[in-house]
């Protein structure tokens, strides 16, 4: 088994949500930092872990930004991390599926990411070890204490219960 740090500056955790039933709203945590424990030849053994800093949010409006901030969603004053520790590691046959622990204002929620990769170790042109991997999972916000929301006049919610998370990772090896 091998460990490997999250690059930061080569990876992204996103996510996205309907806003006014119409469409998807996009946004980033631009403050991230993990750890993963793996081997190719026993990924079921495989282990990770990440914090993210609440109040990197980045959803391209600053006035956004600041009521997700706000105790009315993220309470970052509060609640300054959101946290994943995976629990186990298994093989869909379609890929990797790792299921963890979520939290997300205090409030710890199972979910299951899947996973595509992780790639192949490769050196980069600094001969740094690294590995990729990209994942996904959904999550209904409210699970996670994230209610606040709004009535629209022509019927609906300003915005959705769910939320679609997307990871793209890139990690170095450790010495």
Do not use: C
Not at 31 to 36: D, E, T, Y
Not at 152 to 157: A, F, I, S
């Amino acid at each position: 088994m091998a460990t490997y740090q999250l690059d930061p500056v080569h990876s992204t955790v996103a996510f996205s949500v309907k806003h006014m039933m119409i469409a998807k709203v996009h946004g980033a945590f631009e403050k991230v930092s993990g750890k993963l424990v793996y081997d190719k030849a026993n990924p079921g053994q495989a282990s990770a872990e990440a914090t993210i800093e609440a109040a990197s949010i980045n959803t391209r409006e600053p006035q956004r930004d600041t009521h997700l901030r706000s105790p009315d969603f993220f309470d970052v004053d509060k609640f300054p991390s959101l946290t994943f520790r995976s629990k186990s590691v298994s093989d869909s046959g379609d890929g990797l599926q790792v299921t963890g622990e979520l939290t997300i204002k205090g409030i710890s929620k199972q979910v299951t990411l899947l996973i595509d990769g992780p790639t192949d170790e490769l050196k980069d042109p600094y001969g740094n070890a690294k590995i990729g991997l990209s994942a996904t999972t959904k999550i209904k916000r409210k699970e996670f204490g994230l209610t606040w929301n709004a009535a629209l006049e022509t019927g609906g919610v300003l915005v959705g219960d769910e939320v679609t998370i997307t990871l793209d990772l890139q990690f170095v090896k450790q010495a």
